[in-house]
């Protein structure tokens, strides 16, 4: 039962927390007996005190010198007063600190609502920005951990890691120590972010009904649904959450980091060769200033660590400004690009990408009798540096020679004229006037003269060829499966389109070049035209793999990379860069699959003794390269507005009010024994 | 045969032995010593000649002078004499503190000096302050008394309640004898030692105060608060130790230590400071050699 005087004491602390900025809670509300306690114990002191401390007796030989010394000192008796009470000062401090301690003091008194919660941790590439010391992700912690500290007794806690997965560190715990230990294990990565998992992690392990399938009859709930508090340590550098609804969930968005974080990234970086000629290697690049001013920048590049140019770039706030470099000839090698920026974040500072030994593409052309154009078109002398051209007809298909070639892995690329294999080739493939196999792929009937409205120019195959005098006599739309790209777009629907297929990529034609059973015996007017060897060479570079030999492209952290090599070996050595080096084992599909792509860097490929080459991983992600926190974050329909303020977090005392109270301790000891005063 | 004591090892004897006790003043033994007195008396050793004058002893008449100048000469002898030595110790109660104890090493040192004196054929004689006023000690002559005077010694226990200028007052009465007279105490008394050594000064005997002081009251160890209790009179002084309380001490000590001194040196009397800390011996043979107590 609460007394009287208890109430008195509530009253009067909780008047003072809410007058005072600097709060000093109690938590711990004392019954009025302990109060009491608490209050008899200085007075007991200071009656132990003057009702004579015990003074040892010690014979000695004549007391008539200390007498005289005694005298002698009492000339100045105030401060002999004031300093034999010294210690009785001493000691009530000490039992006030201590009595303080015992109250469990606190700064900012404010208690987490709620008894569940769930931290969610972004630590993608952007958290490593330093515009918060240490780092952004460090702040996130020492903020998680304050509010880890300040659960009580029956509160549970959950912490999940996210950036583009997510990663469930501690599953619903109460213990403040483990989930201390776990929070301290949350690793700065360089991927980019998605809230998207991280949300249904939580939601699916915070609701556990709503992982459950209500229509079944036969499904049991297998817990009720708690409401729980849902913290976002991010700086909201992701894309919108669609579909999604918190339920139960109670968001808070705790903004880490400073709007006027400024950064300049490296936002792309790639190379390509000359038109004319393919020596010629030009090295493109741009760079966003994702900051309030305009910056100056000096860009350096490097060829295996020898810097080979560097320019000044000037780039305007919220700006972004293209690079182009002409290292002339570069057969193989690893190239970086450095910036100077001092910014928040530095690991888009940096960008590399990797020329690697040019390989001579494997084509197969299983054509027509009639058709002279794609072999003409296949016999330029770009196409006969480029690759190896076989050119079989039809009847090839059925031969045992075919099928060891293409379930081996022996072309890149196979170009089917109006036929089509038994089986899909392990390659990619080029379709002409017919669908692939496997029933991905439809088509609707033929139209005649379909009009062309567009071309993906953007995409390599169609990289400057120009269709705009080109006429097709009848052609078939094409509905490519999903992950399908349109490359021709007719106002009858797509007539070219490309689509992935286990690795590889089948691009369709969906009218025939040359067509002798037509009105007009041919199918276009394209072979007539000085885009149509473009376009050849088109394939024979982007499907026939002879570009992808030359740049193996950008690949984003943690993003698979399939890396394809002609060496016999079952097993591929790689190199990150960092760490120690991993083995990839040959793929299915006739490709090395290197998942562990965390950290930007070049990754360097070895089949035991040979060097195979090397791929670069970039961050390239103008999100995560924008440090600038979002104020509020997109969930479904829910909009949750963050706070960069402090989560009012209470922050235990008693640690340093008992270390206050040991050193007041030994302050009294040490006078006690030494007696040497100031 | 060596005799061996608690008070006196064979080889502090056995450098005891080479030394003499001397004396600044010249007094007259009742017997014959080993002393060489500037009294002229019987001897072997000729001093110088007088004249004759009626009554004198004829048998120092040298007649071989009356035979060639044909007056009366008679020859006069170096006296040799005995010397008298007390050693006076302080058995309060007081002495009885300190590693060895004040009392232990003031026996020590007595028996060192008395055992100097009895080689000498020196009287010597052994009392305490606390020795009632009509209670003579026994007075030893001779190496043969040797483990009388140490038994004595022995016997005399700490504790004795006498105030110092009483004590010596006694001993005054009781000794009318001039010669060495040796005072160890350690001097605390609370009536102060003035007056005790003044009783010592007005007997006109070569006087040698040797104040004993124990480690523990050079250098006090305490610490905390203490109720100090005085041994002797119950007295009790309330302390706090501190740094300031304990330099104050020190200076005051000195101060008492110098003040006797001095009190001393202004008398005619030979102060000095003994440790108990110091061995015997060196005190002896170091110390009161240069002190001239003994040679």
């Keep these: 039962m609460r007394s009287a005087l208890g109430n008195i004491f509530e009253t009067a602390g909780n008047y003072g927390a809410k007058a005072s900025g600097l709060l000093f809670e109690r938590t711990g509300m004392l019954m009025a007996w302990q109060w009491l306690l608490l209050g008899l114990v200085p007075i007991l002191i200071v009656l132990l005190y003057f009702l004579k401390l015990k003074r040892q007796p010690l014979e000695v030989p004549s007391t008539y010198l200390w007498h005289k010394s005694i005298e002698d000192l009492r000339v100045n008796s105030v401060w002999q007063r004031l300093r034999r009470s010294l210690l009785l000062y001493l000691q009530l401090l000490f039992i006030g600190l201590v009595a303080w301690t015992l109250l469990r003091p606190t700064i900012q008194g404010k208690r987490l609502i709620g008894n569940r919660f769930i931290f969610l941790v972004d630590n993608s590439a952007s958290m490593g920005a330093t515009d918060v010391e240490p780092t952004r992700l460090d702040e996130a912690k020492k903020r998680v951990g304050e509010l880890i500290d300040e659960m009580r007794t029956g509160d549970v806690a959950m912490l999940v890691s996210f950036s583009d997965g997510a990663k469930v560190e501690q599953s619903f715990s109460e213990e403040p120590r483990e989930l201390h230990r776990r929070l301290e294990a949350i690793q700065q990565t360089d991927r980019s972010t998605s809230l998207a998992e991280a949300l249904r992690v939580a939601s699916g392990l915070a609701n556990p009904g709503r992982s459950s399938n209500r229509e079944d009859a036969g499904d049991v709930q297998v817990a009720e649904a708690e409401p729980a508090r849902l913290y976002i340590f991010s700086d909201g550098k992701f894309p919108k959450v669609k579909d999604f609804s918190f339920g139960h969930l109670e968001p808070v968005y705790v903004i880490i980091g400073e709007q006027d974080a400024a950064n300049v990234a490296i936002a792309a970086f790639t190379t390509a060769r000359g038109e004319d000629n393919l020596d010629h290697l030009q090295a493109f690049a741009r760079l966003d200033n994702h900051g309030g001013e305009k910056v100056s920048v000096n860009a350096e590049l490097s060829l295996d660590g020898e810097l080979i140019d560097a320019k000044r770039i000037e780039i305007e706030p919220g700006d972004s400004t293209g690079v182009e470099y002409n290292p002339e000839s570069v057969e193989t090698g690893v190239l970086k690009l450095s910036i100077d920026a001092n910014d928040a974040l530095a690991i888009d500072n940096a960008a590399w990408t990797t020329i690697n030994a040019r390989r001579r593409g494997k084509v197969l052309l299983v054509k027509q009798d009639d058709d002279e154009y794609l072999e003409r078109a296949l016999g330029t002398d770009r196409v006969r540096e480029l690759a190896d051209v076989t050119i079989r007809t039809a009847d090839f298909l059925s031969k045992p020679d075919y099928r060891k070639q293409a379930d081996g892995g022996g072309y890149d690329v196979v170009i089917y004229d109006r036929c089509r294999p038994e089986q899909m080739p392990q390659a990619n493939t080029l379709f002409i006037g017919q669908l ?111 570009r992808s030999s030359l740049d193996s492209g950008s690949v984003r952290p943690g993003q698979p990379v399939a890396w394809r090599s002609d060496t016999p070996a079952e097993r591929i050595q790689v190199k990150p860069p960092q760490g120690a080096p991993f083995d990839v084992a040959r793929g ?88 040497v005063y100031v | 045969m060596t005799p061996t004591s608690e008070l006196l090892s064979p080889e502090l004897l056995a450098q005891l032995e080479r030394l003499e006790l001397v004396s600044r003043k010249i007094f007259r033994g009742r017997m014959k010593g080993e002393r060489r007195s500037k009294r002229k008396g019987q001897s072997v050793e000729f001093a110088d000649f007088r004249n004759y004058v009626h009554g004198d002893d004829l048998r120092f008449i040298d007649w071989n002078s009356y035979a060639r ?167 009790m002084a309330e302390i706090t130790v501190s740094a300031p309380l304990l330099k104050r001490y020190k200076q005051n000590l000195a101060a008492f230590v110098e003040g006797a001194r001095e009190f001393c040196n202004r008398r005619g009397m030979s102060y000095i400071l003994a440790k108990n800390q110091l061995p015997v011996d060196q005190l002896v043979s170091n110390y009161l050699r240069q002190r001239g107590l003994v040679r």
């Design chain 1, 436 to 546: 692939p196999l496997g029933g991905d792929w439809k088509a609707d009937a033929k139209v005649d003269v379909p009009q062309i409205i567009d071309v993906d120019h953007a995409h390599p195959l169609m990289h400057i060829v120009a269709m705009g005098d080109v006429l097709i006599v009848e052609g078939t739309p094409l509905f490519p499966p999903s992950g399908g790209t349109t490359l021709i777009d007719t106002q009858a629907g797509a007539m070219f389109a490309i689509a992935p297929r286990e690795g590889y990529e089948d691009a369709v034609l969906g009218f025939t070049i040359v067509d002798p059973a037509g009105k007009v015996g041919v199918g276009t007017n394209w072979p007539t035209k000085a885009s149509f060897p473009v376009f050849v060479l088109n394939v024979i570079e982007y499907l026939g793999g002879a």
């Design chain 1, 588 to 675: 299915p599909l006739n490709t090395f699959n290197v998942t562990s792509t965390a950290d930007v860097g070049v990754y360097e490929v070895r089949a035991g003794e040979q060097g195979l080459g090397s791929f670069a991983v970039n961050l390239f992600d103008s999100n995560e390269s924008d440090v600038r926190p979002a104020l509020e974050l997109g969930v479904g329909d829910y909009k949750v507005v963050g706070s960069t303020h402090r989560e009012p977090a209470r922050r235990d005392l008693w640690k340093i009010v008992l270390l206050a109270a040991l050193a007041v301790l030994l302050v009294e000891w040490y006078i006690y024994n030494r007696r």
């Design chain 2, 69 to 235: 100048l044909d007056k009366l000469f008679l020859k006069l002898f170096l006296e040799e004499e005995d010397l008298h030595f007390y050693a006076l110790i302080d058995a309060s109660a007081s002495m009885d503190f300190g590693d060895p104890t004040k009392l232990a090493y003031a026996k020590q040192l007595a028996a060192s000096l008395a055992f100097i004196g009895l080689v000498r054929s020196d009287r010597v004689k052994i009392e305490t302050v606390g020795q009632p006023a009509r209670q003579s000690g026994p007075m030893w002559r001779g190496r043969r008394s040797l483990w009388q005077m140490l038994d004595h010694l022995e016997h005399i226990a700490p504790g004795e309640p006498a105030p110092l200028a009483e004590g010596v007052k006694n001993f005054c009465l009781r000794n009318s004898g001039k010669g060495i007279v040796v005072l160890i105490s350690d001097l605390m008394d609370k009536h102060g030692y003035q007056d005790a050594l003044r009783y010592l000064m007005a007997r006109q005997m070569d006087v040698y105060v040797i104040q004993v002081l124990s480690q523990e009251e050079i250098e006090p160890d305490v610490k905390g608060d203490l109720r100090l209790i005085d041994c002797e009179d119950e007295d």
